[in-house]
């Protein structure tokens, strides 16, 4: 069923038309606001808290630190998921949305607020780790189902082009959280940053969430949208009867995007920390170019919507894991090059990324039950995030400062050969596309 077919009676015209660019629009603003909350912390996670939180230890263990923490927020939203599911059968999609967005909000901002370990001593390490946990549960919740709208919205032909859309919302968000930090780092002194400078892209972050909330609300209030509720197109099912039912699909599903997901923290939070330790790089110089590179990435999930319409979803993900295998095998060494060597790993790294992500989520989406699309595409996005990228700054910078960058080269292929593994298995994407 599509927008266009669903009849909405005359009293409810007061409500508006709403149109797959309106519906792209308000996924663009959601997924952006989630993204921006994310790269702050990610940022944060190797600029600040190392010092602020973890004074007592090197500065790689620090960041190892941090980046256990950053990955909680992973292991968290898969129950946050399940919790919010129910809120949403229970009082709706509009009580859901309002509730995990301030909780989001509320711990970004909390975040912002914390004394450092010179301060709390441990018990500021546990404030941050049950924040950071406030994050991932109530991204749980941030799961609205307009980009589901968005493909039953899909003309026939042009899935891939609508597929790309709420992807852009990645480098977007990484685009703004890295000026602004790049802004704070050059205009503070290091010791002003360090101790309030770094608070303010949070507070934006809980800015951000508000317009976010109302941009989604008002098209998850629509009768349209209602009405595809209640045809059960976008129901929520409880969680374990759709994990009981689909588990197959959803395994395959969160296997799908694993070479994407991978290099997604291999060009976003580990070179920052790679950089930042083993370099003399100036973190201010790195962040613009890492803005610069995400622009490029933002034009190659474009261009990936086009291909995948041309050639088909499936061989796009199977070419780009390719692609991202040899990628892996030379690429992060160019990190210990220069200048020049980061220029060309940054810009080359977010065009594969784009092409790739771009095309990576709810990759097997439609081969769910109607009754479980909802549920399922959700669950399937948190286990792709949880084992794809998750532990990847973690496990990329503690295997190159262990073993040198060709390690987590090593990591990158894994992620790829996972890829290829799950397209080869779900013979049904290749008869959806």
């Known amino acids: 069923m599509t927008a266009a077919a669903i009849d909405v009676p005359e009293a409810e015209a007061g409500h ?61 939203r898969p129950v946050g998921s399940f919790a919010f599911m129910a809120i949403d059968r229970q009082y709706g999609r509009g009580v859901k949305l309002t509730s ?17 370990y010179a301060t709390l001593g441990s018990s500021a390490i546990w404030l941050l780790a049950l924040f950071r946990m406030g994050q991932g549960f109530a991204l749980g919740g941030t799961w609205d189902g307009l980009a589901s709208l968005l493909a039953l919205n899909a003309p026939e032909g042009r899935r891939g082009w609508y597929a790309m859309i709420p992807q852009l919302g990645a480098p977007l968000g990484l685009i703004v959280a890295s000026l602004l930090f790049a802004f704070f780092t050059a205009s503070l002194p290091a010791a002003d940053f360090l101790e309030w400078g ?31 509720f209640e045809t059960r197109d976008l129901q929520p099912e409880r969680a374990s009867v759709t994990l009981r039912t689909e588990w197959k699909t959803i395994l395959i599903g969160a296997l799908a995007p694993l070479a994407s997901f991978a290099l997604f923290h291999m060009v976003t939070v580990f070179p920052l920390s790679w950089v930042f330790l083993f370099t003399r790089e100036e973190p201010t110089r790195f962040l613009v170019i890492e803005a610069a590179a995400a622009a490029l990435g933002v034009a190659a999930i474009v261009v990936s919507g086009k291909l995948a319409d041309r050639i088909g979803r499936r061989r796009l993900l199977g070419y780009c894991a390719a692609t991202i295998a040899v990628f892996s095998g030379f690429a992060p060494q160019l990190l210990d090059l220069g200048q020049g060597g980061e220029i060309a790993f940054m810009l080359t790294g977010f065009v594969l990324l784009g092409l790739s992500f771009g095309q990576s989520s709810g990759a097997v989406s439609a081969n769910f039950g109607t009754r479980h699309r909802y549920t399922g595409s959700a669950l399937t996005s948190d286990l792709a995030w949880l084992l794809g990228a998750g532990f990847a700054p973690l496990v990329a910078l503690w295997l190159s400062a262990q073993f040198g960058l060709l390690a987590s080269g090593a990591y990158l292929l894994s992620g790829a050969v996972a890829t290829m593994a799950a397209l080869w298995l779900n013979n049904e994407l290749a008869r959806t596309n």
């Open 16 to 76: 508006g038309h709403v149109s797959p660019g309106d519906i792209a629009i308000g996924v663009i603003i959601g997924r952006t606001s989630e993204f921006f909350d994310f790269f702050v912390y990610a940022i944060a996670s190797v600029l600040v808290f190392p010092q602020f939180f973890f004074p007592f230890a090197d500065p790689l263990t620090g960041t190892l630190w941090s980046f256990a923490i950053f990955a909680l927020a992973f292991v968290a």
């Open 100 to 116: 995990a967005l301030f909780l989001l909000g509320g711990s970004t901002a909390a975040i912002a607020f914390l004394p450092g």
């Open 198 to 228: 770094w608070r303010f892209p949070f507070f934006v972050a809980f800015a951000i969430n508000v317009v976010a909330l109302f941009a989604r609300l008002r098209i998850v209030v629509t009768p349209e949208f209602q009405t595809l």
